[in-house]
């Protein structure tokens, strides 16, 4: 099959910890490394859609640091979730220039679950802000997105680092995982299981993704952080900015 990319960008979803998304791609474009085609899940699919539209990291930076997730969702009374995320949305089309896929300035695919079907969709075409909403819609937590009469929620539900659409289209893949596997001294309380249960989950579903990567920025520090708060952003960029910035230290050929 011939290759239609040089290099691809992976983005995992991870809520909050988006912050270190911002700070990987900060070391990137220092490094000179630029993505010909993006595939994101969740938070990832909000910065590959900002990244594929022109802005810079710093840009993204000062976007997120500017609107906190209580400010993008509002209680509502469905019974298929709490919340609801009209505020992102409407940020989405306000901040993002284009309004289609096909309007990006470079290619995207973005993660969804489709819930009637039971299957994972990767969407490149058509509408974007409502995919991307879609992508980021945890479920239980937030209501889900309706599109063509099926609901849609978040990509990570199947596939929350989505190396598979763009794999075989790509010569390399950089990928940057923000849900990345860690020990933990102490477990209290049924929060804490629920939490540690679904981390193994992911990263037992990440395990394939990230051996296909030719290069995995993996920000381990990022692991003490929650998927909510924005409070330490500065704190979680730099650490993917770290990351990066020491990963690309063994690669020097890109």
Same mark, same amino acid.
Request: glycine letters at 10%; proline letters at 4%; one cysteine or more.
């Given at each position: 099959?011939?290759?239609?990319?040089? =290099?691809?960008?992976?983005?995992?979803?991870?809520?909050?910890?988006?912050?270190?998304?911002?700070?990987? $791609?900060?070391?990137?474009?220092?490094?000179?490394?630029?993505?010909?085609?993006?595939?994101?899940?969740?938070?990832?699919?909000?910065?590959?859609?900002?990244?594929?539209?022109?802005?810079?990291?710093?840009?993204? $930076?000062?976007?997120?640091?500017?609107?906190?997730?209580?400010?993008?969702?509002? =209680?509502?009374?469905?019974?298929?979730?709490?919340?609801?995320?009209?505020? =992102?949305?409407?940020?989405?089309?306000?901040?993002?220039?284009?309004?289609?896929?096909?309007?990006?300035?470079?290619?995207?695919?973005?993660?969804?679950?489709?819930?009637?079907?039971?299957?994972?969709?990767?969407?490149?075409?058509?509408?974007?802000?409502?995919? #991307?909403?879609?992508?980021?819609?945890?479920? #239980?937590?937030?209501?889900?997105?309706?599109?063509?009469?099926?609901?849609?929620?978040?990509?990570?539900?199947?596939?929350?680092?989505?190396? /598979?659409?763009?794999?075989?289209?790509?010569?390399?893949?950089?990928?940057?995982?923000?849900?990345?596997?860690?020990?933990?001294?102490? #477990?209290?309380? #049924?929060?804490?299981?629920?939490?540690?249960?679904?981390?193994?989950?992911?990263?037992?579903?990440?395990?394939?993704?990230?051996?296909?990567?030719?290069? $995995?920025?993996?920000?381990? +520090?990022?692991?003490?952080?929650?998927? =909510?708060?924005?409070?330490?952003?500065?704190?979680?960029?730099?650490?993917?900015? +770290?990351?990066?910035?020491?990963?690309?230290?063994?690669? /020097?050929?890109?």
């Amino acid at each position: 099959m011939l290759m239609k990319f040089k =290099l691809g960008l992976v983005l995992s979803g991870g809520g909050t910890r988006g912050f270190a998304h911002i700070g990987a $791609l900060q070391a990137l474009e220092e490094a000179g490394v630029q993505a010909d085609v993006i595939s994101g899940t969740s938070v990832g699919s909000i910065v590959g859609a900002l990244y594929a539209d022109g802005y810079s990291p710093p840009e993204m $930076l000062e976007l997120f640091r500017r609107n906190r997730v209580i400010q993008l969702s509002r =209680l509502t009374f469905f019974r298929k979730g709490m919340l609801s995320l009209p505020g =992102l949305k409407k940020k989405i089309n306000k901040y993002i220039r284009a309004k289609t896929f096909e309007e990006l300035k470079r290619p995207l695919y973005v993660t969804v679950t489709n819930l009637h079907r039971g299957e994972v969709e990767y969407a490149h075409e058509g509408a974007l802000a409502e995919k #991307i909403v879609a992508s980021a819609t945890i479920p #239980i937590l937030f209501a889900p997105v309706t599109i063509k009469q099926e609901y849609y929620v978040d990509g990570a539900v199947i596939d929350n680092f989505p190396v /598979k659409p763009i794999r075989e289209l790509c010569e390399k893949i950089v990928g940057i995982n923000i849900m990345p596997n860690s020990q933990v001294q102490e #477990i209290r309380g #049924i929060r804490d299981v629920a939490m540690r249960t679904f981390q193994l989950y992911v990263h037992a579903m990440n395990r394939d993704s990230s051996a296909a990567c030719d290069l $995995l920025i993996e920000p381990v +520090d990022i692991a003490g952080f929650g998927y =909510l708060g924005s409070k330490r952003g500065m704190e979680m960029y730099r650490i993917g900015y +770290d990351a990066a910035k020491k990963q690309l230290e063994t690669f /020097k050929n890109w």
